[in-house]
């Protein structure tokens, strides 16, 4: 099938890639002149493992281009929207710019019969108004939301846990049209769910909203480990045998980040309150302020390992990503410990093994070190921001002993060993742990 994707960010590199990868002929358009060329070189603009295979071979198969020509949808059978859709500058609302300037610059080029599959996380309600514009020129808007964890979304695209496609009243056509687009996912048993348009905007988020307050969740147990001298991985690991609850997500630390939850969550707080609604996710607000809290705890412990003061005392931070397996720093809480120890006057080098672009280019004042032996020569404390498996695997401390000048490490992940680490001779301070 001929299919557009018009937005090339991470969601829509990422689809145009994998869609061709399964057999489709995918044009990728974008306003973004410099991207729409590195992608047409075969280049990844971002971090994501597998990405830059798929795009390569999709190129050289003929089966994937990239344009600033929205022009070149035409013919196109669907046409994904993949857009940005930020927090709003002046509240916690989504921006919907970018996904209505992408349905206009679409609707000249629209034949009847065409689908609009939205896969962008917008507000419950966004999709039956846009559905009327797509409506008058014969096409029909269905929403299809995605569900990638960076790091993994290459194969989160091709082979999905599960796929939601919302359509209008009666429009089953559309549904079809979709399940033939995933028919290799289909095929394997991938669970094919059919809603209304607002169920599908709703599961998106939900979903994201159920994820944070889970991380919170065990982030909130921490707090009352750190009074009661409870061990919070042990607390975990008990909780999380029971089936109901599950062990994954329940990893204390400094807490969530990324493009994705903490704007998601905001966002569906101010819209349940344009709902009249917002007592009904009034504990997200909560869930946001408990993720924040955290970040302020790793830099207490740092400014504690240092006999509380961190003035003109080099720190290492191993880590600037959000999480592994990504290069991306929006609202990144590792990164954001960095800057906040910066501000107490502490000498910091950051180093991560795909991020320090990104990091320095958000966060110049910083001082950044590929090397992450070089990071930590003579460092007074080292934290543990990012569980990368060379800092939280590979790096044992008899070797860091070697390196630095203190023996003070904070693991804000709670990713390392601590027997292992206090054995060695360093004072270890985790989250949530005695």
Same mark, same amino acid.
């Given at each position: 099938?001929?299919?557009?994707?018009?937005?090339?960010?991470?969601?829509?590199? %990422?689809? /145009?890639?994998a869609m061709a990868s399964i057999g489709?002929?995918?044009?990728?358009?974008?306003?973004?002149?410099?991207?729409? =060329?590195?992608?047409?070189?075969?280049? #990844?603009?971002?971090?994501?493992?597998?990405?830059?295979?798929?795009?390569?071979? @999709?190129?050289?198969?003929?089966?994937? /281009?990239?344009?600033?020509?929205?022009?070149?949808?035409?013919?196109?059978?669907?046409?994904?929207?993949?857009?940005?859709?930020?927090?709003?500058?002046?509240?916690?609302?989504?921006?919907?710019?970018?996904?209505?300037?992408?349905?206009?610059?679409?609707?000249?080029?629209?034949?009847p019969g065409d689908v609009v599959a939205?896969?962008?996380?917008?507000?419950?309600?966004?999709?039956?108004?846009?559905?009327?514009? %797509?409506?008058?020129?014969?096409?029909?808007?269905?929403?299809?939301?995605?569900?990638?964890?960076?790091?993994?979304?290459?194969?989160?695209?091709?082979?999905?846990?599960?796929?939601?496609?919302?359509?209008?009243?009666?429009?089953?056509?559309?549904?079809?049209?979709?399940?033939?687009?995933? #028919?290799?996912?289909?095929?394997?048993?991938?669970?094919?769910?059919?809603?209304?348009?607002?169920?599908?905007?709703?599961?998106?988020?939900?979903?994201?909203?159920?994820?944070?307050?889970?991380?919170?969740?065990?982030?909130?147990?921490? =707090?009352?480990?750190?009074?009661?001298?409870?061990?919070?991985?042990?607390?975990?690991?008990?909780?999380?045998?029971?089936?109901?609850?599950?062990?994954?997500?329940?990893?204390?630390?400094?807490?969530?980040?990324?493009?994705?939850?903490?704007?998601?969550?905001? /966002?569906?707080?101010?819209?349940?309150?344009?709902? @009249?609604?917002?007592?009904?996710?009034?504990?997200?607000?909560?869930?946001?302020?408990?993720?924040?809290?955290?970040?302020?705890?790793?830099?207490?412990?740092?400014?504690?390992?240092?006999?509380?003061?961190? &003035?003109?005392?080099?720190?290492?931070?191993?880590?600037?990503? &959000?999480?592994?397996?990504?290069?991306?720093?929006?609202?990144?809480?590792?990164?954001?410990?960095?800057?906040?120890?910066?501000?107490?006057?502490?000498?910091?080098?950051?180093?991560?093994?795909?991020?320090?672009?990104?990091?320095?280019?958000?966060?110049?004042?910083?001082?950044?070190?590929?090397?992450?032996?070089?990071?930590?020569?003579?460092?007074?404390?080292?934290?543990? %921001?990012?569980?990368?498996? =060379?800092?939280?695997?590979?790096?044992?401390? =008899?070797?860091?002993?070697?390196?630095?000048?203190?023996?003070?490490?904070?693991?804000?992940?709670?990713?390392?060993?601590?027997? /292992?680490?206090?054995?060695?001779?360093?004072?270890?301070?985790?989250?949530?742990?005695?």
């Amino acid at each position: 099938m001929r299919l557009s994707v018009v937005g090339c960010g991470y969601l829509g590199a %990422v689809h /145009a890639a994998a869609m061709a990868s399964i057999g489709h002929e995918v044009v990728g358009i974008d306003v973004d002149g410099r991207k729409i =060329e590195a992608l047409s070189r075969g280049e #990844a603009p971002f971090f994501e493992p597998g990405l830059p295979s798929i795009l390569s071979d @999709g190129i050289a198969s003929g089966r994937l /281009a990239f344009t600033t020509d929205v022009a070149a949808a035409r013919g196109a059978k669907v046409h994904f929207i993949g857009v940005g859709t930020p927090q709003q500058k002046d509240g916690d609302a989504a921006d919907l710019t970018f996904v209505n300037a992408a349905i206009d610059s679409l609707l000249p080029h629209l034949s009847p019969g065409d689908v609009v599959a939205g896969k962008s996380t917008v507000p419950v309600g966004t999709a039956a108004s846009l559905a009327l514009r %797509v409506e008058r020129t014969g096409a029909r808007l269905v929403w299809n939301p995605e569900f990638l964890r960076e790091g993994f979304a290459v194969k989160d695209t091709i082979d999905p846990d599960r796929l939601v496609v919302g359509v209008g009243v009666g429009d089953n056509a559309s549904a079809e049209v979709l399940r033939e687009v995933y #028919a290799p996912a289909v095929d394997k048993g991938t669970p094919f769910i059919v809603t209304d348009l607002a169920t599908a905007e709703l599961v998106k988020v939900a979903a994201n909203a159920f994820l944070a307050t889970k991380i919170s969740f065990i982030n909130a147990m921490a =707090e009352i480990a750190e009074v009661t001298g409870a061990d919070v991985t042990q607390l975990a690991d008990a909780i999380g045998h029971d089936v109901r609850i599950g062990r994954r997500f329940l990893g204390a630390g400094i807490g969530f980040g990324g493009g994705c939850l903490p704007k998601d969550i905001r /966002a569906f707080s101010a819209r349940a309150e344009e709902l @009249g609604r917002g007592e009904s996710v009034a504990f997200l607000r909560e869930v946001d302020e408990i993720n924040l809290r955290r970040r302020d705890r790793a830099v207490q412990l740092a400014v504690d390992a240092l006999g509380g003061s961190v &003035f003109n005392k080099k720190i290492a931070v191993l880590g600037a990503a &959000f999480k592994p397996h990504s290069d991306d720093v929006r609202d990144s809480p590792a990164l954001d410990v960095a800057v906040r120890l910066y501000g107490l006057g502490a000498s910091v080098v950051v180093t991560d093994p795909e991020a320090i672009d990104n990091a320095r280019r958000a966060h110049p004042q910083l001082t950044y070190e590929s090397s992450r032996d070089e990071t930590i020569r003579d460092a007074e404390a080292v934290i543990l %921001v990012t569980e990368w498996d =060379e800092y939280r695997r590979q790096l044992s401390p =008899e070797h860091a002993s070697t390196l630095t000048s203190g023996r003070a490490i904070v693991d804000g992940r709670n990713g390392l060993d601590a027997a /292992a680490w206090r054995a060695a001779g360093w004072r270890y301070y985790g989250m949530g742990r005695p």
